[in-house]
């Protein structure tokens, strides 16, 4: 068979209860292949042999994952100041049609890395549809990418207070000046990474204005990212 050719019904049948058993065990054991599995869930309906293929592939990942790889934190705990949070986010496949409303799927990736060395710990994975109907790739990158940045500052946040202590709150620190202060400024600060595959995104979110051909909604988001970024 060709890879493009639709599969039959005792293929069908056997990649459903594949996938399930792959979906159950990356959602308890392996979320950094949760991903993969959200994709092929979504490939039931017009199933072809490519996907086949690729289901194949994803359980021989897992049988050859490491068991220690979900251990690997306490590895990257070496200096305060190597520890970084990166956020991979990407989205795709929403309606081009105006008249269509349809979400987009969407997804990201958080780990715990360190500055010097490859080990990554994977703190949090989410695959699903968008938060909002979408009709163009800028739209869906850009809702990815705001939820994403939003969660990797939450992560970072939780990984100073488990460094330095827990910090008062908002009203204590807004009263104060917490920020400026001694205890404020010794803290360790952990840097966030984002990556994205959307030039358009990054180019507008660092342009020094918003460009006036952005629609309302659009320019919302852009603004939403930029908060995000100055935090």
């Not at 049948?13 to 159950?24: E, I």
Request: hydrophobic share 35%; net charge positive; proline share 3%.
């Amino acid at each position: 068979k060709r890879r493009q050719d639709s599969a039959t019904v005792p293929e069908v049948s056997q990649f459903r209860s594949v996938l399930g058993k792959t979906a159950w065990y990356t959602q308890h054991h392996a979320q950094e292949f949760l991903y993969e599995t959200s994709r092929l869930q979504g490939r039931v309906s017009t199933l072809e042999v490519q996907d086949l293929f690729d289901v194949n592939k994803l359980v021989r990942s897992l049988k050859h994952k490491d068991s220690r790889y979900m251990h690997s934190l306490p590895k990257l705990r070496g200096e305060d100041d190597d520890l970084r949070i990166t956020v991979v986010c990407d989205g795709g496949n929403g309606s081009q049609d105006a008249e269509d409303d349809k979400k987009a799927q969407s997804g990201y990736f958080i780990a715990l890395t360190s500055a010097v060395g490859s080990e990554c710990g994977v703190v949090y994975v989410r695959s699903g549809r968008a938060k909002r109907v979408t009709h163009d790739s800028f739209d869906i990158e850009t809702i990815t990418g705001v939820e994403a940045v939003d969660a990797g500052l939450a992560c970072a946040a939780l990984v100073e207070e488990f460094l330095a202590g827990p910090m008062p709150s908002m009203k204590v620190r807004a009263m104060i000046g917490w920020l400026q202060t001694e205890e404020g400024l010794s803290r360790p600060k952990v840097p966030l990474r984002v990556y994205t595959d959307c030039n358009s995104l990054t180019v507008n979110v660092r342009a020094p204005k918003t460009v006036r051909k952005l629609s309302r909604r659009r320019a919302v988001d852009v603004a939403d990212l930029r908060e995000c970024v100055a935090l």
